[in-house]
């Protein structure tokens, strides 16, 4: 009997949130996965790719009839602050286009790999278009350390996708600053405060994505 009662107790506090995960806490969840299902793959973002890094953003892309982006899509991007570490990472929405070639794909994730100059300054801004405002390629893939040749754009993109492949492309995609899920998290910082913020001294909502940052792309922060 005292057991049903406790299940029927924390099943009440968990209908009412007490236990419950927030919107917040697993749009925060989802950008660590994403990361993590990367660097944790047979394809991981080689470590000469990272240390060119500027920005690093994670997200998952839903598809809803032939329009990728809206409900169900999520995002976060962190930068390096003149303290060479990771910023507080902001949250941001994605919009997209209709891709018609893209067909039998139900949803993407992709790790962005921002790693020109200016690629910051175009992350504070209110939104930013993927082959427009910043351009960009398919990243190369590979472990370990060493060299290679950059492709000559913003922001390297490395995807997956489940069900029918075709090429999953970034494209089109609109990365939009969360107002919303920021001003809960932050007060009334905006976006360029937060980039330029420490990502040691950011909101303890947020520290698994710093955490993800630091783990697997310790090399940008020179901690060893």
């Known amino acids: 009997m005292l057991s049903k009662t406790l299940l029927i107790a924390a099943s009440t506090l968990i209908s009412h949130g007490s236990f419950a995960e ?5 749009w925060v969840r989802y950008g660590v996965q994403v990361i993590e299902n990367r660097m944790e793959s047979d394809k991981p973002i080689p470590s000469y790719v990272l240390d060119q890094a500027k920005c690093i953003a994670s997200m998952k892309v839903v598809k809803a009839g032939l329009i990728w982006g809206g409900k169900g899509s999520t995002g976060m991007v962190s930068c ?20 018609g070639l893209q067909i039998g794909i139900q949803w993407f994730e992709s790790v962005l790999v921002f790693i020109a ?5 175009i992350l504070e801004r209110a939104s930013a278009k993927i082959g ?10 590979g472990e370990g ?4 040749e950059l492709p000559d754009a913003h922001v390297l993109s490395y995807s997956r996708s489940r069900g029918l492949y075709a090429g999953a492309t970034v494209e089109g995609l609109v990365l939009s600053h969360a107002r919303k899920r920021n001003r809960e998290v932050y ?18 909502i947020v520290t698994p994505f710093v955490e993800v940052l630091d783990q697997y792309f310790l090399s940008l922060t020179g901690r060893k």
């Open 145 to 148: 350390s060493g060299s290679g």
């Open 132 to 141: 427009v405002d910043l351009s960009w390629a398919a990243g190369p893939e």
């Open 117 to 121: 100059n200016d690629s910051k300054q």
């Open 80 to 99: 390096k602050t003149p303290a060479d570490e990771w910023s507080a990472p902001s949250f941001f929405t994605v919009g997209g286009v209709n891709f």
């Open 22 to 26: 927030s919107s917040n806490e697993k």
């Open 187 to 204: 007060g009334t910082m905006t976006p360029r405060e937060i980039l330029n913020s420490r990502g040691s001294e950011a909101p303890a």
